[in-house]
């Protein structure tokens, strides 16, 4: 009886979601042919491309992603931390606040897929992870040039992105930082063997992995030494003063004050 019920809810359940998606369906027609009606009142060709976009763009009060951003406030944590990256960095700060903001864009991405406004989001998230020295960000950077290059071709971002794809785009990220040789060890000689650096994929960009300076490894603090304990010996005072004859002869008291 039990699997009776059951199996009725599971029915009952499942045709309820069938019957959410069909309505859903025709819903998104009505408003998509809504939009054409009432931007095809409008006297221009411009006026109406306008109106397309405008319905197709995210609104400014609506927020993504975990910091519940806004499609301004996307654009602008970009703009800030390619200013504060200065010519390179690898701040885990600035690289925190990317990836944010990033999460946020991939959000108001999958809900507004034809927003005219992503090209600028991508080309500024682009410029910012372009100068973050690390190789997940520089595979970012390249990710976004891509996308504008093929989702947005004939706006004026993916135009300055085809150009600087021409001259050529180059990936740097620093490698692992290795330890300094310990003081008064000998010095290991390496035979440098020059190696042909590979051409890149087609398609893909050129690599550039930065060396780093060594880290010295911190010495050892010394261990703390017991100090000596002063041997007891009688001051004059407490043992008294000796006369030339030998004799001991009583410290001096101070006279009581009148």
């Excluded at 009432?38 to 400014?60: D, F």
């Excluded at 654009?75 to 999460?103: C, K, P, V, W």
């Excluded at 880290?215 to 041997?231: K, N, Q």
Aim: net charge positive; with cysteine; charged share 15%.
């Amino acid at each position: 009886m039990k699997q009776r019920v059951l199996r009725a809810g599971f029915v009952v359940l499942t045709s309820a979601l069938v019957l959410t998606t069909m309505a859903a369906a025709p819903s998104r027609k009505v408003a998509l042919a809504s939009v054409r009606r009432l931007c095809a009142s409008k006297p221009s060709k411009w006026q109406r491309l306008q109106c397309r976009e405008y319905h197709k763009s995210a609104p400014g009060d609506q927020y993504f992603g975990q910091m519940k951003m806004s499609y301004l406030g996307v654009e602008n944590t970009f703009r800030d931390q390619a200013i504060r990256a200065g010519q390179y960095t690898t701040n885990s700060g600035i690289i925190s606040s990317l990836h944010f903001a990033d999460q946020s864009l991939q959000q108001w991405a999958s809900r507004y897929p034809h927003d005219v406004e992503l090209a600028r989001a991508y080309f500024l998230a682009a410029l910012a992870y372009k100068k973050v020295y690390t190789q997940p960000a520089q595979e970012r950077a390249w990710h976004y040039m891509q996308m504008l290059v093929n989702r947005f071709p004939d706006t004026y971002f993916g135009r300055v992105v085809k150009k600087d794809l021409k001259v050529g785009f180059t990936e740097n990220w620093f490698a692992a930082a290795k330890a300094c040789p310990l003081p008064g060890a000998l010095p290991v000689v390496a035979v440098p063997v020059p190696s042909p650096t590979p051409s890149p994929m087609p398609g893909r960009p050129k690599i550039h992995i930065i060396a780093p300076p060594c880290i010295v490894p911190p010495s050892p603090s010394p261990m703390p030494s017991a100090s000596p304990i002063p041997s007891a010996s009688a001051t004059p005072a407490a043992a008294g003063l000796t006369s030339p004859a030998g004799k001991a002869v009583a410290s001096p008291t101070p006279s009581p004050k009148p």
